[in-house]
């Protein structure tokens, strides 16, 4: 993390300046979900996504995701063959579903394109833009009993996997 944290400086300087999301906090996510996008996943989003959509248990969820898919493809903001990633459909360097990429995704870089596969920047700026609108307090508190705390349930529901964070990112 140490070495994701100094070769990106710069960038998340600027997105703490920005958002007010500590560095710390989005470096571990992102080693989390992706090794600082090393692997963000090999399965076709669009077949994962139209299967899981006739999942009866989450139907609605992956329903809409789906369809969140195909407008990514269509805005142009992703290829076809750029939409891999885990097998619930989950897309790029920080793992959003399609309907919270629509939804969050910003073009950081200002290359006119809301990349979070292979821009860096647009996917911890669209990370930290993602934990604003949920309520994160600007470089606030993000242990157990803080709100920024409570936010992180918006970003993975596991109480487990929000402690893992707050952990983390404070120990660096």
């Known amino acids: 993390v140490q070495r994701a944290l100094s070769k990106n400086k710069r960038l998340f300087r600027s997105i703490e300046k920005n958002f007010g999301v500590q560095k710390e906090v989005l470096a571990t996510i992102w080693g989390m979900e992706t090794n600082f996008g090393g692997y963000t996943g090999k399965i076709d989003t669009m077949n994962a996504l139209a299967t899981l959509s006739h999942d ?30 885990a097998g619930h459909g989950e897309l790029g360097q920080m793992q959003f579903m399609a309907e919270n990429y629509l939804k969050y995704a910003i073009d950081y870089n200002s290359d006119g394109k809301r990349d979070l596969v292979r821009s860096r920047a647009d996917a911890l700026a669209s990370a930290a833009n993602f934990l604003v609108r949920h309520g994160w307090q600007p ?34």
């Open 56 to 85: 009866c248990r989450r139907t609605g969820l992956f329903s809409k995701n789906l369809l969140a898919a195909m407008k990514i493809y269509d805005k142009g903001w992703l290829s076809r063959s750029a939409m891999k990633g």
């Open 139 to 172: 470089m606030g508190s993000y242990q157990p009993g803080s709100r920024n705390f409570r936010v992180l349930n918006s970003w993975n529901e596991s109480t487990a996997y929000q402690q893992t964070i707050a952990k983390f990112a404070a120990s660096l």
